[in-house]
């Protein structure tokens, strides 16, 4: 709950500040207007951490960067264009930005940039009243045209003018509205979210990428949960990224599974515990978060209900990995992301063989190579996918997974598992052999991966004998 005593004396500390100060009375001192705006107004009220500081003024860019020359570091002017100066100061990034009065073009809801003239003109164009508060410095001077405090209070989000207006002119404020809900932990207002509801379709015309940045920033919070929901709810991720809507599938009378959706959100919570638990100072982890969401949406498409009640999902990890390969090249994510991700989703199942019975060495061992450096992603999300409310049923696979880790623990100790490799390289195959570059040195480097796999460290001179007597059987 926002107290509002400790709220204001937060804004205040903000405003005195060295960088505020120094700021403040350099713009004083050319006759400029400056206020604080947007997030690190409402993270100070909420007490929340702020990282970066934004600025808003009357001043045109050329003059901000002129002012700030002489107190910064360090000034670059790439959203010079849309009227933004960014500087560094005493180790601290700010960002200026001169009033805004956009307008958008209609097609690609690109803004076109219109400067404006007034402190509460820019604010009313922002995304929600939330993000629509100033602290006039160096006055202390709190501007909120559009009941941002009342919000604050009420955990609400909405729009500072008709959503239908706001969203019309910007679709992307669509999805950040379900990623302030989770970030914020608040609820939407009724009308906002019917006018998401009428506009979804008009996300198609937002860039992938920019579609994408702010799927990121939704799955970065510290529950995305309230956030998918709401984009599933009004219908927004149908649009562009269906695969997860589709989970929520028709439960057959006679034929009963779990909740795919609600099983597929309750992974994301328990892989984001589990991230947090192993790794309690790293960033959040995009891709674990993205498997974790996206593991089963081969489900759907491979759900088959069988006499007696019965439903197989066969191969659905196969599957999802190509469905979610399609979908991120769409959505315009990295290589790395996808490729991480996508590989995820295939092994995620197999652990699972292993809860039934125990694994040699061998098996063991390939576990890890298939894994790569995505082995401890690959923990935290296998272990995240039990959501059995069977107690000793979870309390087996957990033993189980514990017992695999060991393993692979004691067998990295004894054998520098993370680099698995034949004792023989390509050159020396070729030497041993006699042949030349070309597809019987890749056959016989699989010989060897396997035979390194499946019994340990033999010696070289032990696996150019064996190597010698797979050449000659098989010639």
């Not at 401890?376 to 033993?399: C, F, P, Q, S």
Request: with cysteine; charged share 30%; proline share 5%.
């Amino acid at each position: 709950m926002l107290n509002m005593a400790e709220g204001i004396a937060r804004l205040g500390a903000l405003a005195a500040s060295p960088v505020v100060a120094t700021l403040a009375e350099a713009f004083a001192a050319a006759g400029r207007e400056l206020a604080i705006v947007g997030g690190p107004v409402r993270d100070a009220l909420l007490g929340r951490v702020t990282h970066d500081l934004d600025f808003t003024t009357d001043a045109l860019p050329d003059e901000i960067l002129r002012i700030v020359k002489p107190i910064s570091s360090t000034q670059w002017d790439v959203g010079r264009e849309f009227g933004t100066i960014g500087a560094m100061m005493s180790g601290e990034q700010v960002e200026i930005t001169t009033y805004r009065a956009d307008s958008y073009d209609g097609l690609t809801r690109k803004p076109v940039v219109a400067f404006g003239d007034s402190l509460e003109g820019d604010l009313v164009r922002r995304d929600f009243t939330v993000n629509a508060m100033a602290l006039r410095v160096p006055s202390r001077t709190l501007v909120d045209p559009s009941g941002g405090v009342e919000d604050l209070v009420a955990q609400r989000l909405r729009t500072p003018i008709d959503p239908d207006v706001s969203f019309g002119d910007d679709p992307l404020r669509m999805l950040r509205a379900a990623r302030f809900a989770s970030q914020l932990e608040f609820e939407l207002d009724p009308a906002t979210v019917s006018a998401m509801q009428r506009l979804r379709e008009s996300i198609t015309i937002v860039s992938a990428e920019r579609v994408q940045g702010e799927v990121v920033r939704l799955l970065q919070t510290a529950d995305p949960g309230r956030g998918i929901r709401l984009l599933v709810e009004t219908g927004l991720m149908d649009v562009f990224l269906p695969e997860v809507p589709a989970l929520r599938l028709e439960v057959d009378e006679h034929h009963h599974h779990k909740d795919v959706y609600e099983h597929s959100l309750t992974v994301v919570r328990q892989a984001i515990e589990l991230e947090k638990a192993r790794h309690p100072d790293a960033e959040p982890d995009v891709p674990l978060r993205l498997a974790a969401l996206l593991h089963d949406i081969g489900k759907p498409s491979t759900r088959k209900l069988e006499p007696g009640g019965g439903v197989t999902f066969h191969h659905h990890d196969v599957r999802g990995a190509r469905m979610a390969r399609k979908r991120l090249k769409e959505l315009r994510f990295d290589s790395a992301t996808i490729d991480a991700v996508c590989l995820l989703i295939e092994l995620h199942l197999r652990f699972f063989g292993y809860a039934e019975g125990a694994w040699t060495d061998s098996a063991v061992r390939r576990y890890v190579r298939d894994a790569g450096d995505q082995l401890e992603r690959l923990h935290i999300l296998t272990r995240a996918d039990v959501t059995t409310r069977n107690k000793r049923k979870a309390a087996r696979l957990a033993g189980a997974y514990d017992d695999i880790e060991r393993r692979i623990d004691e067998l990295a100790a004894q054998e520098e598992l993370d680099a698995i490799r034949p004792e023989v390289d390509g050159n020396r195959i070729q030497e041993v052999l006699g042949i030349a570059p070309g597809r019987e040195v890749g056959e016989a480097y699989r010989f060897l991966l396997d035979l390194r796999l499946d019994e340990g460290i033999l010696g070289p001179e032990e696996a150019e004998r064996r190597l010698i007597e797979w050449w000659s059987a098989r010639s």
